[in-house]
């Protein structure tokens, strides 16, 4: 257990539609990061915040947002869905920013998107 | 621009028998070079880094990685498999700001035969 949490596990739902995917990171770390793993496109960064500040951005698309409220735990929304928006979403954590930190990954929520 | 070419997307090995996961990079800056394993129906978990230093890094569960900077490679390697070895493994870029935003390669899917 990385002790870094995400729900709900599965999501099922329709083109067209916003759903929003939650994360907890590990007690005392500041930073989370989002990423996208599909088949075609393998796993790929999307955006970081630490301590509730957006920090990098990588291959987000402007229909999806996140935040980091204050107790840290994040949201990643993704409006006006899409079949190719159908992914495995994992988030991370780590107690600072910066090239030697320890990533610490959730199990990821499977997004389908019919 | 970074990238990451993982040199076969299955690879099968007999119990007891060698490991040898490649990974080739590109970074126009000092990379700081991951490989991560992920389990079915569970996230990623660092097995080990290389950020400066010594080129040949130990990780967790007997795999061992060495930078080789006129190879542009960070090959995975472990003496004798285990069935409990069969899993994803990522092989990821940065560059010395942030371990997060990271590249990833496609993955390498290792079978472990009994």
């Known amino acids: 257990d990385s002790g870094v949490t995400q729900t709900p596990k599965h999501l099922i739902t329709a083109t067209g539609q916003r759903v929003t995917l939650r994360c907890s990171p590990r007690?005392?770390?500041?930073?989370v990061y989002w990423y996208q793993q599909s088949l075609d496109q393998g796993l790929q960064f999307l955006i970081q915040?630490?301590?509730?500040?957006?920090?990098a951005k990588g291959n987000i698309l402007e229909r999806f947002s996140a935040q980091q409220f204050p107790d840290l735990h994040s949201e990643l929304n993704l409006s006006s869905l899409e079949l190719g928006d159908s992914a495995l979403y994992f988030c991370a954590s780590s107690v600072d920013q910066g090239a030697k930190e320890k990533l610490f990954f959730g199990s990821g929520t499977q997004l389908s998107v019919l | 621009a970074q990238s990451v070419t993982q040199l076969g997307s299955h690879v099968s090995v007999s119990e007891g028998a060698l490991v040898l996961l490649r990974c080739n990079y590109s970074?126009?800056?000092?990379?700081?070079l991951f490989w991560y394993v992920q389990y079915p129906n569970q996230g990623l978990q660092l097995l080990l880094k290389?950020?400066?230093?010594?080129?040949l890094v130990k990780g967790i569960n007997g795999f061992e990685a060495e930078f080789k900077k006129s190879e542009t490679s960070f090959h995975l390697t472990k003496p004798s498999a285990h069935m409990s070895d069969a899993a994803e493994y990522f092989c990821a870029v940065s560059d010395n700001t942030n371990a997060g935003k990271s590249t990833f390669g496609d993955g390498t899917t290792l079978t472990v035969k009994p």
């Open positions: 970074s126009s800056v000092p990379p700081y």
């Open positions: 915040y630490y301590n509730g500040e957006e920090r």
């Open positions: 290389y950020t400066t230093g010594a080129t």
């Open positions: 007690s005392g770390d500041l930073s």
